[in-house]
């Protein structure tokens, strides 16, 4: 019997994410990437659902609760369900640096107390029955690095002022594992910031396999690297089991992706851990037999899902057919070595 969970999810903000900013690609409307979502095909399987970011021009953060309403009832026509939701917390937006003064910490917390109140919509509507709210540091390393422990202890307060929040409204948040967010900037630094907010269960983390990546080799954080460049499939096994050991009891959303090493940028986005295509002759990873260090004891995390991440992916990229059917492959390859059934 084939396994059917976790279900299969395409991400919405590859859309949006180093797109409309002068001298960057235009953005894609919802409407397309949901488009371009529904029309993958593999031996009759599709696509399961999306995960949104909370960001205009796809869903602005202050819609009506009816502008919303809307939005589920377009998403559920195309036979999709929505998981998890991306909060709008940096800076230029409703959010500001989770590391920041008073005010700014604030407002950290009001983007996901909007956020909560997007998703109580969708969850009333019935097109949301999973997923969590995915946040960060909203500041860099840089911001970090000026005062390492007090900036790692104002995280960890917002993130627990925004944990009880989210907690009120049936909500998780998952901070995303990334070399350009200050205080989650490496393994070492996630695990440690984990356990300063200690909230298991409510604020846990939000493992990418493109962003991980970059973990094992110490961008950003050269004392933390696991892996040096020549490394043997031994050193890569004893490196990664020691990297998802430690942040796999946090994991509770994850996002299937492939990296070649590198960092990208573009647009207004810090560079960091490089999306590529799922077949890239570059790619480091072997998308499967890495899945399966992260979705150990998935169910018993409440995870219910997996969402593909292509950001910052060109727009031909994006509009390329072959794109979506070559990922969705390997995403039901994931789930049939990775998953269950129900």
């Not at 492939?258 to 990208?264: A, F, I, L």
């Amino acid at each position: 019997m084939s396994n059917n969970l976790p279900r299969l999810h395409n991400a919405m903000w590859p859309g949006l994410v180093g797109k409309g900013s002068p001298g960057a690609e235009p953005f894609i409307s919802l409407d397309h990437m949901l488009g371009l979502t529904k029309r993958a095909s593999v031996n009759g399987q599709k696509f399961d659902g999306v995960d949104l970011f909370l960001f205009d021009p796809h869903i602005n953060i202050d819609l009506s609760e009816d502008d919303v309403k809307r939005i589920a009832d377009k998403i559920a026509n195309e036979g999709l369900a929505v998981g998890s939701l991306v909060a709008p917390v940096w800076p230029g937006t409703v959010g500001d640096s989770a590391m920041g003064g008073p005010e700014q910490r604030a407002k950290f917390v009001l983007a996901v107390k909007k956020a909560c109140r997007i998703a109580e919509i969708f969850n009333k509507h019935g097109v949301r029955k999973y997923g969590v709210i995915r946040i960060d540091a909203a500041g860099g390393p840089a911001q970090w690095l000026e005062n390492p422990v007090a900036n790692t202890k104002k995280i960890a307060s917002t993130f627990r002022e925004a944990g009880i929040v989210a907690a009120a409204h049936g909500e998780r948040l998952a901070a995303e594992g990334e070399i350009c967010w200050g205080g989650m900037h490496s393994w070492k630094n996630m695990v440690d910031l984990l356990e300063q907010v200690d909230m298991p269960g409510t604020v846990g983390f939000q493992a990418d396999q493109a962003h991980t990546y970059l973990y094992l080799m110490g961008y950003n954080a050269p004392e933390h690297a696991l892996l040096k460049e020549g490394y043997t499939a031994a050193e890569f096994d004893a490196a990664y089991t020691k990297m998802t050991d430690a942040l796999r009891p946090w994991t509770i959303d994850f996002h299937v992706a492939q990296n070649d090493g590198t960092v990208h940028g573009t647009g207004s986005h810090d560079k960091t851990g490089r999306h590529c295509l799922a077949d890239d002759p570059n790619g480091k990873l072997d998308i499967v037999a890495t899945a399966a260090y992260w979705l150990k004891g998935a169910a018993d995390r409440g995870i219910h899902h997996i969402c593909w991440d292509g950001c910052m992916f060109p727009n031909a990229t994006l509009e390329d057919p072959k794109t979506w059917n070559t990922i969705l492959a390997t995403m039901l390859k994931v789930r049939e070595a990775c998953g269950w059934h129900s």
